[in-house]
């Protein structure tokens, strides 16, 4: 198993709809855990941290569900402009502070 | 607004040649990395540094080596590029521990021919 698996994609969603993406690791010491958006031929921008207690920004709700060993990224109210590809990226505990990065849930949000 | 400046956006190499590529962070980062994307594969770590004069392999170090001076500037050289480091280069710096993300430099697409 790898540490750290995302649904590739892509997602293809309307406008207005609300998308979610699951991203699973396999470390269950893992310890801190983060979200990025990466634009086509850009580099990825960090998008949120995912706390325990889960959290929220705007139309974005990140959260961390320990037991099955699973971050979630929820987006409402889905804009063109939300086509992108998001990574997570996963770190585990102790020793190197180094996160493994997943390869990304592609997400085309169409008229 | 805090940034991870690259010194090149794209770059044209030939095999053999020594490439240089810089990365410069000007938000007081302790720890800097260079990664490597290619489609269906990911981000992959290359070396990574948390102090000056610091270095640590990454995933990939192989065809590699780093240097890092000063705090805000970290090299990335290929000693003789080969046709299989065409890929895009990101550097990233981030505070030290590991509880912070990271930001990007806008990356340099390599091609070596």
């Known amino acids: 198993r790898k540490e750290v698996e995302q649904d590739p994609g892509p997602f293809n969603v309307p406008e207005g709809a609300t998308v979610a993406f699951n991203c699973t690791y396999s470390?269950?010491?893992?310890?801190?855990f983060f979200w990025y958006r990466q634009d086509c031929r850009k580099e990825p921008k960090l998008l949120m941290s995912?706390?325990?207690s889960g959290n929220e920004d705007g139309r974005f709700t990140a959260q961390l569900n320990r037991a099955s060993q699973y971050i979630s990224l929820l987006i409402r109210d889905s804009k063109l402009s939300d086509s992108a590809t998001y990574l997570c990226?996963?770190?585990?505990?102790?020793?190197?502070?180094?996160?493994?990065f997943g390869r990304g849930t592609s997400l085309i949000v169409h008229p | 607004d805090v940034k991870v400046t690259q010194s090149s956006r794209y770059l044209v190499k030939r095999t053999g040649e020594k490439v240089f590529l810089e990365c410069v962070q000007d938000?007081?980062?302790?720890?800097m990395f260079w990664y490597r994307q290619d489609p269906g594969l990911g981000l992959r770590l290359i070396y990574f540094?948390?102090?000056?004069?610091?270095?640590e392999k990454g995933d990939i170090p192989e065809g590699y080596s780093v240097s890092r001076e000063k705090k805000e500037r970290f090299s990335l050289i290929l000693e003789s590029a080969s046709t299989n480091q065409t890929s895009m280069y990101l550097c990233a710096s981030s505070l030290a521990g590991g509880g912070y993300g990271y930001t990007f430099g806008s990356g340099t697409r390599l091609t070596v021919v």
């Open positions: 995912v706390y325990s």
């Open positions: 470390n269950s010491a893992s310890q801190s």
């Open positions: 990226a996963v770190r585990p505990s102790g020793g190197s502070y180094i996160p493994t």
């Open positions: 938000m007081d980062h302790e720890n």
């Open positions: 540094s948390y102090d000056v004069k610091m270095k």
